[in-house]
Structure formats: C-alpha cells, structure tokens
C-alpha cells in the first residue's frame, strides 16, 4: 500500500553556508513525486541562496515575524500533500525517513506522529556541552512525552496530518517556544490523537558552547511558563529556593563521586544537570511572545 504524499518544511536561521549545508542534507532525502521539501528562511536580514547553487531544494524567505511557527505555516501553506513534516534545521533525518513514518499507517483519528530524535554521538573526550547532550538524551521525544496528559511531539521531528492542522489554525505565530506543545494541546482538545514513530529518526546537532546551552534552556523555560499560562496545571513551576539546593548538593556529592572514579561523564552530568534545571526555571520569568516587525516577508 502506498504511504500518503509529504510536504516537509525546515524552518531556518543562520548563515548563507549554513543554509547551503541544510539544503544539501535534505537533498538525500528519499521522496516520492508526490512529496516536496521546503526551507523556510526566518533569519531577520536573511540568508541569501548563493547564486551558483546547484541545490534543488528550493528556500522560501519569511521573517515578517521571527519565531518558528511562523515559518512552519508560511512553508506549510506553500504544499497541498496529505501530510506535513516538520524536522529542524540542525538536524540529519534518515534517508528513508518519509517511508519510516508511514510504516505502519496510523490510525484516522491519529494528527500526530512523533518522530524519533537522536542526540549527536559524541567520544568521550568531546567538548562539555555536546557530550553532555549526548549521554543525557537531551532532545529525546521522551522528555516531552514524560509530561503525561500534557506529554507532546518536538517539531524537532514531527508529521501532522494537513487536514487537522488547517482544522485548528497550525501553528501560534506569535511566541518563540512551545508552539509544538500548544498545538498538540489544540489538536487533542479538537477530538485528534498522537502515536509514536521512534524508527522515523533524525540526528540531533547538540549546542557546543555553554552560553549556546543555556540560551535554548532560558528559552524552554519561558515557553514552558507560557503553557503553564496556558493550559494551567501543564508545566507547573519548581520551588527556586528548594531547585538551588538540590543543584549544590549534586555539583558537590557527584563531583566527589566522579572525580574519586575518574568518570568524567559522571562529572558532566554533575555540573550541568543542575545548570540545565536553574536556567530552565529562570527562563520561566522571560516574555515568550514576540510581536511581529514591520518590513517585507
């Protein structure tokens, strides 16, 4: 049985040679002739498609507003396929990932499929950050999905099928992280179910730097104190005073611990594990929203 046709759609904001390296990657992918692939150029001066390239996948420009859900639906309104597939920009899908998603063929009622996510392997003696993304699972569907009645799919690596999605709007266009949550909450409320696609996998390229790592956590966490907002009882706040006592105790006990069996992984999750809760939690303080800009598409 042939699986549905597919529009999938990159958001991007970068470089010119990091858009260039995007568009090579999804050029592996397999796709059938009812199947269309897009990048969405969200960079607010944007990121110009050399002149030379040979790339067929072709980059739609839309910064209007700055925020990945309003490059998602500007991407997503230039397809007619059955189903979408969102995959971020810093990331490698498999090359059969299409076919991957549609084996089995989900349920009439099911909107979403989540797809799986890998974390970079990194050697041991890698940089802190990325090592640490990778030995902790940091964009496993998992940890969404461990929220219970409020778990949802990352648009990390995400199918959506068109007619749901059209149903309830798409995307909020309007804040700047957890607009996968919000419309997966949407989706639920309207009668839509999800399902789990771990074998339909991208691999995740981890920040490499700390100020990199903590800015996206500092983002998380104000799009999760959204949702809270939201849908009250979602993604409920942690005590501050209670968060940095825990995080003392676990930077002191586990890097005695590590250090006394010279495992520098132990080490890494001792440091950073507490790093990724407080910026988490502080980030729940910053503004979520961002108001559209004047200017061209």
Same mark, same amino acid.
């Given at each position: ?20 390296? !995007?568009?090579?990657?999804? %050029? ?9 692939? !897009? ?37 997503? #309104? ?15 899908? @498999? ?12 349920? %009439?009622? &099911? ?8 974390? #970079? ?32 799919? *990352?648009?990390?690596? &995400?199918?959506?099928?068109?007619? @749901? ?7 909020? %266009? ?9 419309? +997966? ?6 009668? $839509? ?7 339909? &996998? ?6 490499? &730097? ?15 104190? $959204?949702?809270?907002? *939201? ?13 940095? $006592?825990?995080?003392?105790? +676990?930077?002191?006990?586990?890097? @005695?611990?590590?250090? $006394? ?19 988490? %939690? ?9 108001? @559209? ?5």
């Amino acid at each position: 049985m042939p699986r549905p046709s597919v529009d999938v759609v990159v958001p991007f904001r970068g470089t010119p040679a990091e858009l260039e390296e !995007v568009r090579h990657r999804l %050029e592996q992918l397999r796709r059938d002739s009812g199947d269309s692939v !897009v990048v969405v150029d969200n960079t607010p001066r944007g990121a110009a498609v050399a002149a030379s390239s040979a790339s067929p996948v072709p980059v739609l420009r839309a910064a209007r507003v700055a925020t990945p859900g309003y490059a998602r639906n500007r991407g997503a #309104e230039r397809g007619s396929a059955q189903w979408l597939v969102f995959i971020d920009a810093d990331t490698v899908p @498999a090359v059969d990932l299409l076919d991957r998603y549609f084996d089995p063929p989900p349920q %009439e009622q &099911t909107a979403l499929l989540a797809g799986g996510i890998l974390d #970079e392997a990194v050697p041991a003696r890698a940089g802190a950050v990325a090592r640490y993304s990778y030995i902790r699972g940091a964009m496993s569907q998992d940890n969404t999905f461990r929220f219970g009645r409020w778990g949802f799919p *990352q648009t990390a690596n &995400t199918a959506c099928r068109r007619s @749901a999605f059209e149903a309830v709007g798409g995307f909020r %266009e309007d804040i700047r992280a957890a607009e996968d949550a919000d419309l +997966t909450y949407r989706l639920r409320a309207a009668g $839509w179910g999800d399902e789990r696609r771990e074998r339909a &996998t991208v691999v995740h390229h981890s920040r490499s &730097t700390v100020t990199g790592f903590i800015a996206q956590n500092l983002c998380h966490g104000a799009g999760g104190a $959204w949702l809270d907002r *939201q849908y009250p009882g979602s993604i409920p706040p942690r005590r501050r005073l209670g968060l940095a $006592w825990w995080g003392a105790r +676990t930077v002191v006990g586990g890097l @005695a611990s590590a250090v $006394w069996s010279r495992d520098r992984d132990a080490a890494l999750r001792a440091l950073l594990d507490p790093v990724d809760e407080l910026a988490y %939690e502080l980030g729940r303080s910053l503004s979520n929203e961002r108001p @559209a800009r004047r200017g061209p598409m």
